[in-house]
């Protein structure tokens, strides 16, 4: 199984700065994409961003040019730094990760447990 640990949500206030990251655990064999999704109230989870294993980005239309994503293969860790935040930012942030375990035959999706992240006007 894959183990994911998210750290860096919380509350700030609108045009603020946070940065999230997420890191791996567990008997993977390979990570490929990994990145954010976010849930607001009343709402369905959407992306945020993601990052393949070679390093290329995909942005969520509402945070391009805001927010920029990163990870570390070695480690098995994504981060996130989220400029210039917005109220309509506020949401449970998921770190996902699509994975082959050493066990497995195919990669599938997992998921962090979430943080909140809060921007106040």
């Known amino acids: 199984q894959v183990k994911l640990v998210e750290s860096g949500g919380g509350l700030v206030q609108a045009g603020g700065s946070l940065r999230l990251s997420c890191a791996a655990s567990?008997?993977?064999?390979?990570?490929?994409?990994m990145g954010w999704y976010r849930q607001a109230p009343g709402k369905l989870r959407e992306l945020v961003a993601v990052?393949?294993?070679?390093?290329?980005?995909n942005y969520g239309d509402p945070v391009k040019g805001r927010f920029t994503i990163s990870r570390d293969n070695a480690k098995n860790t994504v981060s996130l730094q989220m400029n210039s935040l917005k109220p309509e930012d506020t949401a449970v942030y998921y770190c996902y990760c699509n994975a082959r375990v050493v066990t497995g035959l195919y990669p599938r999706p997992y998921w962090g447990q979430g943080t909140q992240v809060t921007v106040s006007s």
């Open positions: 567990g008997s993977i064999a390979s990570a490929n994409a």
């Open positions: 990052v393949t294993s070679g390093g290329s980005p």
